[in-house]
C-alpha cells in the first residue's frame, strides 16, 4: 500500500508562484525511484485532467496548458515529488493531485489563482 500526502497549496495572485510536494509513504522503500509519478488536477464542475509526469530516469512531460510555466521534479531520497508553478492563471484554479505506483492518490490540495 502506497500513502501520498500533497501540500503547498493556498491562494495566489495571477502571475505569482507556487510550489506544491507530494510524499509518497508505505510499502514504497524499495520502489519509489523507479516509478513515474504524475501531477493532476481538477478544477470545479470538469473533469481530472493531468498536468505533468516524472519518470524514474528524470524525463519529464507537461500539458500544453502548463508548459514553460510548470516544472516537476522528484528527490528519490526522500521519497518526494514537487510541482514548481510560475505565471499562474486564475485558470490554474483546482485541486492539484499526487499520482504514483499502484494507482495511488493524494488527497489533493486546493490551488486558488486570483484575478
Not at 510499502?27 to 478544477?43: K, L
Not at 522528484?74 to 518526494?80: E, F, I, L, S, V
Not at 508553478?85 to 485541486?95: C, F, I, Q, Y
Not at 499520482?99 to 486546493?110: A, R, V
Request: proline share 3%; aromatic share 10%; hydrophobic share 30%.
Amino acid at each position: 500500500q502506497v500513502q501520498l500526502v500533497e501540500s503547498g497549496g493556498g491562494l495566489v495572485q495571477a502571475g505569482g508562484s507556487v510550489r506544491l510536494s507530494c510524499v509518497a509513504s508505505g510499502s514504497i522503500d524499495n520502489f519509489f525511484s523507479s516509478r513515474t509519478m504524475d501531477w493532476y488536477r481538477q478544477a470545479p464542475g470538469k473533469q481530472r485532467e493531468w498536468v505533468a509526469l516524472i519518470t524514474s530516469g528524470g524525463s519529464t512531460d507537461y500539458a500544453d496548458s502548463v508548459k514553460g510555466r510548470f516544472t516537476i521534479s522528484r528527490d528519490n531520497a526522500k521519497k518526494m515529488v514537487y510541482l514548481q508553478m510560475n505565471s499562474l492563471k486564475p485558470e490554474d484554479t483546482a485541486v492539484y493531485y499526487c499520482h504514483g505506483p499502484l494507482n495511488s492518490w493524494g488527497q489533493g490540495t486546493q490551488v486558488t489563482v486570483s484575478s
